[in-house]
């Protein structure tokens, strides 16, 4: 009787102890709050990390706010340095000192201010530049150096490297664009007027030209930084609108008042000049002050944003603990319960009652391990019925592995493969010696591995004992169909019924090599002409009437000469009488010839 396949324990060699040792003997509480803390530190770094740098853009917005005061002085020291070059009379020099006012008040401010040393170091440099450019021909050293005093301002501001685009575009428009086309105009409106131009006319249109360019570029740059605005900004946009309608009139103004050589031409380029320098000042001011809203607006948003993130993550870190330590305590529960059932499973208890009360992962792990338990109890049940089918002869029988998921329709499937196998091996078996039995011996035994190979050995050998038989059967067959009765069958290859097989066939042609021996006497005899030798001895069946017909045959073969003898004894005498007779009538042949020939000789 078959017993039931059993899932024998497999030992696993311990492998050396690692320096992850002392983690994987923590109990699972403690893995699981130390992971907590961790990810708990993980979300704070971050939030800290993303704290520090919304601080940044507080500090950046703080720095820019503190910028503007000496930036709005510089556009209003350049404005009083344009009216100081372009003016005459007390009015050039009502804004030169308002120049030297605005210069000394800046360089108080940016004393004051940490990191404008740059700017403190440029504007001193115009300061001397200014005393000693007074002269009208020293403006462009003093509005080059006022340029790069507003380009220090600028990068010691920091605002140049804002990372809020809409700002960035408005400091480009205002801070940099702006003042370009300014200085434009105001070198076009220290030229001559058009009536006076003379051979400068096309020089002054180059410069008007350049003045649109600067211009364009200008409300390029502010359109599109009021594009961008997050809010609209009432203040900017009808002064952009106000500059544009102004500038649009005016340079057409200019161009035609190019044209004229009269006084009423030098007026309108005057008021031209003036109405487009007054709107781009205003809008540059504003403009300078919509930037300041705007590093306002950024710097509200950024603290706000700040504590907003620091109130977040408090309420964060105090949920993530107290559900950590609620979900430890049930989680713990059920490993712990998980664990005990899979140690039965491992020592082969299959009766454990297994009950998932949660839904979670371990309430769904212990689910999955009851189904487990209840699989493995399918298989061995299965696994139980085919072996008492098989006891009962029904070797045909294989369980349904379709019947099991995964990995347990593979183990059933392997265990009707190998049962398989080994019924297989029994059917080729038994269909190769049948085919032996019926003298087929074309067909081997498949070369079976490890220590089934004693099979394929075993039909090996019964394969070579028989075909040696059937070759030793084969030589003398085919030595007694050439006449050639002394050929033996080696013995010495054989054993038991198989040599007595060969000693049989031996006798066989030991007997009939001797018998057609004793008829080869006789017939070399007759063919000597001695038919006096005859067979003796004791033979049986053919080979006794072979005996009988060879003597008989001597025998009338010795009677048939006898005759044959004395007939031609007779056949000699008569021939001699003939000869006799011929002889006597050759002599009276002559005879008579001669008698002729005497008688015709006369004649």
């Known amino acids: 009787m078959t017993t039931s396949p059993r899932l024998l324990p497999q030992t696993v060699p311990a492998s050396p102890r690692r320096w992850t040792s002392r983690w994987d003997d923590l109990a699972i509480t403690r893995k699981l709050g130390i992971i907590g803390v961790l990810a708990l530190a ?42 100081a070059h372009v003016d005459t009379g007390s009015a050039a020099r009502d804004a030169a000192q308002r120049a030297e006012r605005d210069l000394t008040q800046l360089l108080a401010t940016t004393a004051t201010l940490p990191g404008f040393e740059r700017s403190q170091k440029e504007l001193l440099a115009l300061q001397q530049r200014h005393v000693a450019g007074a002269a009208a021909d020293g403006y462009a050293a003093v509005s080059e150096q006022a340029f790069a005093a507003l380009d220090a301002l600028r990068d010691d501001s920091q605002l140049v490297y804002t990372p809020y685009i809409e700002s960035y575009h408005l400091v480009v428009s205002t801070l940099i664009y702006s003042p370009d086309a300014t200085e434009s105009l105001t070198r076009l409106d220290a030229a001559n007027d058009p009536s006076q131009a003379g051979d400068s006319r096309a020089m002054l249109r180059k410069q008007l030209d350049q003045l649109a360019r600067n211009h364009v570029r200008f409300r390029h740059e502010l359109d599109k930084a009021m594009g961008l605005l997050e809010q609209p900004d009432p203040a900017l946009a009808d002064a952009a609108n106000v500059e544009a309608t102004q500038a649009s009139v005016a340079l057409a103004a200019l161009a035609t008042a190019l044209d004229g050589s009269d006084a009423k031409a ?26 300041q809203r705007q590093s306002e607006r ?25 559900l950590g330590w609620y979900t430890l305590s049930r989680l713990t529960r059920n490993v712990r319960r998980a664990a ?49 089918r098989h006891d009962a002869g029904q ?95 080696d013995t010495q290859r054989f054993q038991y019924d198989f040599r007595a097989m060969v000693d049989s066939l031996n006798q066989l042609m030991a007997t009939a ?91």
Do not use: C
């Open 395 to 489: 070797i045909s029988f294989r369980m349904q592995a379709d019947s099991f998921p995964g990995a347990y329709a593979t183990m059933v499937r392997d265990t009707n493969e190998l049962v398989g196998s080994h019924i297989a091996v029994k059917m080729k078996l038994a269909q190769i010696m049948s085919r032996y039995a019926i003298g087929d011996l074309s067909q081997d035994m498949d070369h079976l591995p490890g220590e089934k190979a004693v099979l394929t050995d075993t039909m090996d050998t019964v394969k070579a004992n028989l075909s040696a038989m059937n070759s030793e059967i084969r030589l003398l067959a085919q030595a007694a169909a050439n006449g050639d009765f002394s050929v033996r069958g």
């Open 298 to 322: 950024h710097l509200v948003d950024a603290r706000n944003a700040m504590w907003q993130a620091i109130a977040g993550l408090s309420v964060l870190a105090l949920l993530i603990a107290a």
């Open 513 to 603: 090599d001797a018998n057609l021996h004793s008829l080869s006497t006789v017939l070399q005899a007759i063919a000597a002409g001695d038919l006096t030798t005859h067979m003796h001895g004791d033979f049986h069946g053919v080979f006794a009437r072979m005996r009988d017909d060879a003597n008989a045959t001597v025998t009338q073969l010795a009677d048939i000469v006898g005759r044959i003898q004395h007939s031609t004894a007779a056949i000699n005498d008569a021939a001699s009488e003939i000869a006799t007779g011929n002889q006597d009538l050759s002599q009276r042949t002559e005879q008579q010839a001669a008698t002729l020939e005497e008688a015709a000789a006369p004649m």
């Open 340 to 388: 005990a059932v899979a140690a039965n499973l491992a020592q082969g208890q299959l009766d454990d009652h297994v009950v998932a009360a949660e839904r979670d992962e371990t309430g769904q792990l212990l689910a999955t391990m009851r189904r487990m338990q209840e699989q493995l109890q399918r298989v061995l049940s299965a696994q139980s019925d085919m072996a008492q």
């Open 266 to 291: 030098d007026a309108r380029w005057n008021a031209a000049l003036d109405a487009l320098g007054q709107t781009m000042r205003e809008l540059s001011k504003v403009s300078l002050q919509a930037l």
């Open 42 to 83: 993980g979300l704070v770094i971050p939030v800290l990390l993303y704290s520090g740098k919304l601080n940044e853009s507080v500090t950046i917005s703080s720095n820019e706010l503190r910028s503007y005061a000496p930036l709005s002085q510089m556009l209003g020291l350049i404005n009083d340095l344009h009216a």
